[in-house]
């Protein structure tokens, strides 16, 4: 014990030169790392440079919202918009903008969000426009204990369920990008609800995506759709906002997307199986899963020479962890109104649906642009 405590005195000292010597060394090593920093690829310094602002706001204090029972002239629901702001959620949420009826969210595209051509794919696009609804409900001050779900749906086993989602891309953001996106919502019909989306791109104010979505109440238990409670009408009404992220005339709606059956489908995948991960909080497959199983039908030719501007998806069933399924497309050239241009655009159709009875899950299509086009 004695040579031990002995051990333990003589490391507490130094000799002066070795002292410096160890100064040197880490001085030398900042140095190198800087210089490391200072000459990574610009994408790396525009995230790190986020990420210091990120840091900066975090670590801010004293921030309070403005307290208020009152959202866009209306009561909301005896809940206080205005909260203490955690430096956690000044971090990972937005903010809201005109008039709390638009909510924000910046994001930056990550190495693992892009595909081969070294750009963010539709499944992220999807991803991001997910987060950032669960978010524009969190900040709200809506939430229960739901995926997505208000307090007034939770208390009555109620989740929201997708029927129909259209996006329209005009560019896929590249790895380093950073995004702004805004979302809101409004009635659809007496029993549903549409939320929107548009994706700016931060460094050009330009708007590069536009997508639509139409929602439903579904019973979290039985599994059915069920009417909105009109407590769950008055939670939502106040952030209400009648306004199209794409023109309705745009949207296609009134076009019927064709069943595939085995004789019209061009190309046909079976033994597709979710995993345990694809599941979502709700217990069913996330919605953004889909997207990758409809493709895998597409031909890879196509993936590699094509972008994918515009798809627009039908929610017909949900499916479940123990499903397999079949992902059945056809492509056809996109027949161009100027005649006298000859596109090489195409479109495609698609069909999602179980293995076993054959049982429709989804209905999709999508159109392609030619990459030499750009």
């Not at 009134?254 to 004789?263: A, Y």
């Amino acid at each position: 014990m004695a040579s031990m405590a002995a051990t333990s005195k003589m490391g507490l000292h130094f000799s002066e030169d070795l002292r410096k010597k160890k100064l040197n060394k880490n001085v030398g090593l900042a140095k190198k790392l800087l210089k490391v920093e200072y000459y990574c690829s610009p994408m790396i310094r525009k995230e790190n440079l986020l990420r210091r602002k990120l840091s900066v706001v975090a670590n801010s204090t004293g921030y309070r919202a403005a307290q208020t029972d009152m959202i866009n002239g209306k009561k909301l629901n005896g809940i206080h918009a205005g909260k203490m702001i955690s430096s956690t959620d000044a971090c990972m949420l937005g903010k809201f903008v005109e008039e709390r009826f638009v909510y924000r969210q910046t994001f930056v595209i990550r190495s693992y969000e892009i595909g081969p051509d070294k750009t963010a794919t539709m499944e992220t696009l999807m991803n991001l426009l997910q987060e950032t609804a669960l978010n524009h409900v969190s900040s709200s001050g809506l939430a229960g204990n739901g995926f997505g779900a208000t307090r007034e749906m939770s208390l009555r086993k109620l989740i929201w369920v997708v029927t129909r989602i259209h996006i329209q891309v005009e560019k896929y953001s590249s790895w380093g990008d950073v995004v702004e996106i805004d979302t809101w919502v409004d009635a659809a019909g007496k029993n549903g609800m549409r939320r929107d989306w548009i994706i700016r791109d931060c460094n050009t104010q330009k708007i590069i995506t536009r997508a639509t979505s139409t929602w439903v109440i579904m019973n979290r238990e039985t599994r059915r759709l069920c009417k909105i409670p009109e407590q769950v009408r008055e939670e939502v009404q106040p952030f209400y906002l009648n306004r199209l992220a794409i023109a309705a005339a745009a949207q296609n709606h009134n076009e019927k997307i064709d069943k595939l059956t085995d004789e019209t489908a061009g190309r046909i995948r079976s033994g597709l199986a979710p995993r345990w991960s694809d599941m979502d909080a709700n217990l069913h497959v996330n919605n953004v899963k889909y997207i990758g199983w409809i493709l895998e039908s597409v031909p890879v030719d196509v993936l590699e020479h094509y972008n994918l501007t515009s798809m627009t998806l039908e929610y017909r069933r949900e499916c479940r962890q123990s499903d397999l399924l079949e992902s059945l497309t056809s492509m056809k050239a996109k027949v161009s109104e100027e005649s006298s241009n000859k596109s090489r655009d195409l479109l495609s159709t698609h069909l999602l649906r179980m293995d076993d009875d054959k049982a429709e899950i989804i209905r999709a299509r999508s159109e392609w642009q030619s990459k030499q086009q750009h």
